[in-house]
């Protein structure tokens, strides 16, 4: 083809992290395995800080240094999500247009009560599935301390489709995977887009953001499975483009216990003091 271009576009990954904490072994194999995924290609770090009451500078320190130790690099400057505001606001803007938003004043507690039935008290990416009871609020309605909800029924309605599907990407080839509207509704149902006090959620930041960051192929836990069927609607309703996803397995510890931040014995900061080596955490898990 003239110019050698190719319609392969090239790999773009991410490694998102929120710092909240350290980072620990499964954050580690995340982030090699999304460069390991561009190469070739592009391997890039976003700083997911929205939630200003858990972020720290100083763990956001921690990221650049202990990645950089770990031996990864990355464009900057770095995307923080903090800084994009203004493109979450317009991507609401643009759902509201749609008509596929309303406002929510639920508290939990609201929430638990309209659920007392118990096979009602299903658990989604969002926690409880939330049953609706504001979904028919205007917009024009929304006080200050609501959280903006997806009309998940209105978006299929409005995209005119009965079923999102996304394609996984491993070793062994591409897999597709279908959620139809009834299960998107039994399993997902309306998550809010729009938190108190946050301005947005993670799963409409995420979707703005990877399509900013030309991200086509998502490299992230098997944890977030589930959250893609919304990021995958929210492509579609923001006519973004739709990337590959590839969701690895998650780094457990002897117990089986996945690791969380507050692991601090297992932090890459304790590995390194205790005289771990990169090539030593690279090889552990897998990834050389
Ligand atoms: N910020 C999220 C986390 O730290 C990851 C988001 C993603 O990879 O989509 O768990």
């Known amino acids: 083809m003239a110019g050698g271009i190719t319609d ?22 995340s982030a090699l395995t999304a460069q390991h995924l561009a190469t070739p290609g592009q391997f890039l770090l976003r700083i997911e800080d929205i939630d200003r009451t ?3 500078p100083e763990y956001e320190t921690a990221i650049y240094d202990d990645l950089h130790w770990l031996g990864l690099d990355w464009p900057v400057p770095v995307m923080r999500q903090s800084d994009r505001m203004g493109a979450y606001r317009d991507a ?3 759902l509201e247009k749609l008509g596929v938003l309303y406002p929510c004043r639920c508290r939990r507690g609201d929430i638990r009560a309209a659920l007392s039935a118990p096979q009602e008290g299903v658990e989604g990416p969002d926690g409880l599935i939330y049953p609706g009871t504001c979904r028919n609020r205007p917009m024009s309605a929304a006080g200050p301390d609501d959280v903006i909800r997806l009309n998940s029924a209105a978006a299929f309605d409005n995209l005119g489709i009965d079923e999102v599907s996304f394609t996984e990407t491993s070793g062994s080839g591409n897999t597709p995977n279908t959620l139809t509207q009834k299960q998107f509704m ?28 030309d991200i086509t192929k998502v490299v992230r836990g098997k944890d977030l499975f589930d959250s893609t069927w919304i990021h995958v609607l929210l492509q579609k309703l ?17 117990s089986g216990k996945r690791l969380a931040k507050r692991d601090d014995a297992r932090s890459l900061r304790q590995l390194r003091d205790a005289g771990a080596s990169a090539d030593g955490i690279r090889h552990s898990l897998g990834i050389s």
Request: glycine letters at 6%.
């Open 8 to 29: 392969q576009a090239p790999v773009r990954t991410r490694f998102a992290p929120s710092p909240t904490g350290l980072l620990h072994l499964g954050h580690a194999f």
């Open 92 to 94: 609401l803007e643009q």
């Open 238 to 254: 923001l006519k973004l483009p739709a990337p590959l996803y590839h969701h690895h397995d998650l780094i457990r510890d002897d």
């Open 54 to 56: 858990r972020c720290r």
């Open 186 to 213: 039994n399993s997902v149902g309306d998550v809010a887009l729009a938190r108190r006090g946050m301005g947005t959620s993670y799963h409409l930041a995420v979707a703005v953001d990877d399509a900013a960051q």
